[in-house]
C-alpha cells in the first residue's frame, strides 16, 4: 500500500496517543455547543476530467479540458499513448484505432495526497468515422476528515479527528476543548495547556475552520456539521440493492433464504452510534450475495457506491485472479514456473544465491520467497515501507529481487507485499504487457466493473502489493467468479482447477491463518457451527469472505486503519450476523 505523503506528515507531527481520554477545564463549559459530528473536505484534482475525443486513425490526436496530445507509440506496451502538455494525465489505448468500442486507460499525475499514479478505465465509443468519445474519471486527490466533539465518562467535552482514507486518523490524538468567544482551541491531551495545536474561528453556527500546524502540509480546513452522524439508522428498512448495470442479477434478501430484519439489524450495527474514540469500529461499506445474486449493498460515514474505494492489501488477490487468468489465455506461465525464468532482463542481480533460481511464481503468490521481506519488521531489507520509500530503484520488481535470500523458497510464509507485486511482474513478463491494460482486458471488462483506479509503480507497472480503489460492489464479484468455480455468468475468468489451487492453505501466516495463493483460509465459528472461510484482507478492514457451505460471499469496507484488534472483532461481528440470517431464515 503506497503511503501518502501529504498526511504522514501530520500523523508524525501529533504523534500516537490514542487512549488518553478527552479532557476539558471544569466549569460552565460552552464547548458543549460544539457536540457531534464535524466533516470536512478538500479536492486538489486532478484538474483534467471530463468528456475525450480521440480521432484521426492516421495522425491520430486526443484533445480534453481545452489541451490536444498527439498519439505516440508506447514502446513498453505496444500500444498508443497521448501525453497531454504540462504533465496533466496521458491517455493509453491499443496500437489500431478501430472498431465500435475502445477500452483505453487514463494515467493521471502523482497525487498530492497519495504520492501515486493512477490508472482508471476510460470506454471509448465511436460516434463517427475515425472518431471515439469517452469520459476520464480520475481518482480524486483529496483529503476527507471527521472532527468529533465528544463528552468524556467524566461529563467534560473532548475531540478528536479521524482520517477515513488514510492512517493518519489513527493516530491524531485525542484533543481537550476550549471556547473563547468566537475561537475554539484543540489542544492534544498530552500537550502543556500553553501549548495549543489546533486553533479554529467560528465563522458561523455549524462552521469551524481548522489552521493545521505547518509541518502538516495542509491548507486551512473547513469543517462543517454533519446532521445525524453516528445515529443508528433507527427507521431503516430492508431494500433490495439498485441494478446499476454492472453485472449483478439482484434478489432480495427472503428470495435467497436470508431474513430481511436481521440485514436491518446488519446496517444499524455497521451505522453504529457517536464513535467515542479514534479506534472505535468505523464501517463504510457492507455487500453481500448469495446464490450468485446480489441482495444487500449498503453505505455509511459518508461513502456511496458510485465512489471506489481503497481495497489496501485486499487487492492482493488481484495477482491471483491475473496469474489464473494469464494461464486461461494461454500465456506462458504456472504457479510452478521458475520466476526469474519471467524476468529474463533481470540479469546481474545483487545478493547472488543459487536459491533464488528456485523461486516460483507460486511462492511468490504464498509469500513465500525466501527473500529479506517481512512487512512487520522495520528492518527488513525488503519490506513494504522501505521499498516505496526509498528513490534508488525506481524499479520495486528489481529491487525485490536484488534482496538476499534469507530461507529456502517455498519453506515458510512471511507477510511481504513485494512477493506478491513480483507475481504480478511474472504476469507482465510472460505476457509481455502493460499490466493495467491486461488487467482491464481479462478481469475488469469481463467482470462489466465500473469505476476504478489502479496505483502504479514508479515504472508505470499496476502494483499488486494493494492499494487498488474498486466499488465494494464490485470487488465482491472475485468471490462470485470463485464460488462459481470461475466463472462470472458463464463466462470463464480463471480456470476452474485455479479456484482450488487459489484456496489450499500452503503455509500459515499465524494461527489460525492459513495462506494459499493471495487468499487467507479460516475456519470460521458462527453459532454451533465452523464454516470454511475464504478471505482477501486489507489494513483497516477491507474484507471479501467467501464462504462456499452456504453460497455466500460478503464484502466489508471500514477505516480502522492500523487497528487489527477493532477492525477484526467488526469483520467477525457482520460476518456473524450474516450467518445467523441465514441458518436462521
Not at 413 to 426: F, M, Q
Not at 494 to 521: E, I, K
Request: with cysteine; net charge positive.
Amino acid at each position: 500500500m503506497l503511503v501518502p505523503l501529504l498526511i504522514v506528515g501530520l500523523a508524525g507531527l501529533l504523534g500516537a496517543d490514542e487512549t488518553a481520554p478527552p479532557t476539558a477545564s471544569p466549569g460552565p463549559d460552552p464547548a458543549s455547543a460544539l457536540l457531534g459530528t464535524w466533516a470536512a473536505a478538500r479536492t486538489f484534482g486532478p484538474a483534467l476530467r471530463g468528456p475525450i475525443e480521440v480521432r484521426d486513425p492516421v495522425a491520430p490526436r486526443a484533445a480534453l479540458g481545452g489541451f490536444v496530445a498527439r498519439g505516440a507509440a508506447d514502446g513498453g506496451g505496444g500500444g498508443l499513448v497521448f501525453r497531454f502538455p504540462g504533465d496533466r494525465g496521458e491517455l493509453r489505448l491499443p496500437a489500431r484505432l478501430r472498431g465500435a468500442r475502445i477500452d483505453a486507460m487514463w494515467v493521471q499525475p502523482t497525487m498530492l495526497t497519495g504520492g501515486a499514479r493512477y490508472a482508471s478505465p476510460v470506454a471509448l465509443a465511436a460516434v463517427a468515422p475515425g472518431v471515439w468519445r469517452g469520459r476520464v474519471a480520475p481518482l480524486d486527490d483529496q483529503v476527507r476528515m471527521t472532527l468529533h466533539v465528544v463528552r468524556g465518562a467524566d461529563g467534560r467535552v473532548g475531540a478528536f479527528l479521524r482520517d477515513p482514507l488514510f492512517n493518519a486518523g489513527r493516530r491524531l490524538r485525542t484533543m481537550s476543548v476550549a471556547v473563547d468567544g468566537r475561537r475554539v482551541t484543540f489542544t492534544p491531551s498530552s500537550a502543556a495547556p500553553a501549548a495549543p495545536m489546533l486553533v479554529a474561528p467560528l465563522t458561523g453556527d455549524d462552521a469551524l475552520t481548522l489552521t493545521l500546524p505547518p509541518a502538516a502540509g495542509l491548507p486551512p480546513l473547513a469543517f462543517v456539521r454533519r446532521a445525524g452522524a453516528g445515529d443508528p439508522p433507527s427507521n431503516f428498512a430492508y431494500r433490495r440493492p439498485q441494478a446499476t448495470g454492472d453485472g449483478w442479477a439482484i434478489a432480495s434478501a427472503s428470495e435467497v433464504g436470508i431474513a430481511p430484519a436481521a440485514l436491518v439489524a446488519l446496517a444499524r450495527f455497521a451505522a453504529g452510534s457517536a464513535p467515542t474514540g479514534v479506534t472505535s469500529p468505523d464501517v463504510h461499506a457492507v455487500a453481500i450475495a448469495r446464490h450468485g445474486k446480489l441482495i444487500f449493498d449498503d453505505y455509511f460515514a459518508g461513502f456511496d457506491d458510485a465512489t471506489p474505494h481503497d481495497t489496501r492489501s485486499a487487492g492482493k488477490t488481484y495477482a491471483d485472479m491475473l496469474v489464473g487468468a494469464a494461464i486461461l489465455a494461454g500465456t506462458p506461465i504456472r504457479d510452478d514456473t521458475p520466476l526469474l525464468r519471467l524476468f529474463p532482463q533481470e540479469t546481474g542481480l545483487a545478493n547472488p544465491d543459487p536459491r533464488k533460481a528456485r523461486i516460483t511464481v507460486g511462492d511468490a503468490l504464498s509469500m513465500s520467497t525466501g527473500l529479506d521481506c517481512d512487512d512487520d519488521d522495520d528492518t527488513s531489507a525488503a519490506n513494504e515501507s522501505t521499498m516505496q520509500a526509498q528513490t534508488r530503484q525506481p524499479d520495486w520488481y528489481r529491487f525485490m529481487l536484488d534482496t538476499r535470500m534469507v530461507r529456502d523458497p517455498g519453506t515458510k510464509a512471511v507477510y511481504c507485499s513485494a512477493s506478491i507485486n513480483l507475481a504480478g511482474g511474472a504476469v507482465a513478463g510472460a505476457a509481455r504487457a502493460w499490466l493495467p491494460a491486461f488487467f482491464a482486458q481479462h478481469v475488469a471488462v469481463p467482470l462489466q466493473m465500473q469505476r476504478y483506479a489502479l496505483n502504479l509503480t514508479p515504472t508505470g507497472q499496476m502494483y499488486l502489493g494493494g492499494g487498488a480503489y474498486v466499488r465494494p460492489r464490485d470487488f465482491l464479484k472475485i468471490g462470485q467468479v470463485f464460488l462459481d468455480g470461475g466463472t462470472w455468468h458463464g463466462r470463464r475468468i480463471v480456470p476452474r482447477d485455479w479456484v482450488a489451487r487459489s484456496w489450499t492453505a500452503r503455509r500459515a501466516l499465524g494461527p489460525g491463518d492459513g495462506y494459499g495463493y493471495a487468499w487467507h483460509v479460516r475456519a470460521f465459528a458462527a453459532g454451533a457451527r465452523t464454516y470454511r472461510d475464504y478471505e482477501a484482507q486489507g489494513n483497516g478492514g477491507q474484507v471479501l469472505a467467501v464462504f462456499p457451505q452456504l453460497d455466500l460471499a460478503v464484502m466489508m469496507m471500514q477505516g480502522n486503519y492500523q487497528n487489527f484488534t477493532t477492525w477484526g472483532a467488526t469483520r467477525d461481528a457482520i460476518l456473524r450476523r450474516v450467518i445467523a440470517a441465514v441458518e436462521h431464515p
